[in-house]
């Protein structure tokens, strides 16, 4: 089940076509479907429901690597990181927070503007 609403978007020769498959999330001992591959827009996040009730952001970067982490700001407590602008510093990806800009390593969850800060990271597979 996801949160998002997407608009197809008109393929051309600079563009190729996202690789087919379901994303599933590392959740509860198990693997969870939470949207099909084509659904994710390099750059862009979605905001997907797991089966606890629980929310993750998942996102796909430029290379087609696709990383999913809590889809909650731990420094507002509102579910928005989907929403977040995607960006690489030192060579780690993180997103930013749309809300306070804060910074979050897609890799660890790690704040990277307060250490004492993260959020959950999933573990992602495509088939």
């Known amino acids: 089940m996801t949160t998002a609403t997407t ?35 390099p750059g862009r996040g979605v905001a997907v429901l797991l089966p606890d009730g629980d929310q ?9 690597r696709v990383y999913a982490i809590g889809n909650r700001d731990p420094f507002t407590g509102a579910y928005v990181l989907a929403r977040g602008l995607l960006g690489s510093a030192g060579g780690r990806p993180f997103v930013a927070s749309p809300l306070l800009k804060q910074r979050f ?12 800060a993260s959020v959950p990271v999933f573990g992602v597979r495509v088939d």
């Open 7 to 41: 608009t197809p978007a008109r393929e051309t020769a600079s563009t190729a076509a996202p690789a087919p498959g379901t994303v599933r999330l590392a959740h509860g001992g198990g693997w969870a479907a939470v949207c099909d591959r084509a659904l994710l827009t």
């Open 105 to 116: 390593d897609l890799t660890t969850g790690a704040c990277l503007d307060d250490e004492e």
């Open 56 to 64: 993750a952001a998942v996102f796909t970067d430029r290379a087609g």
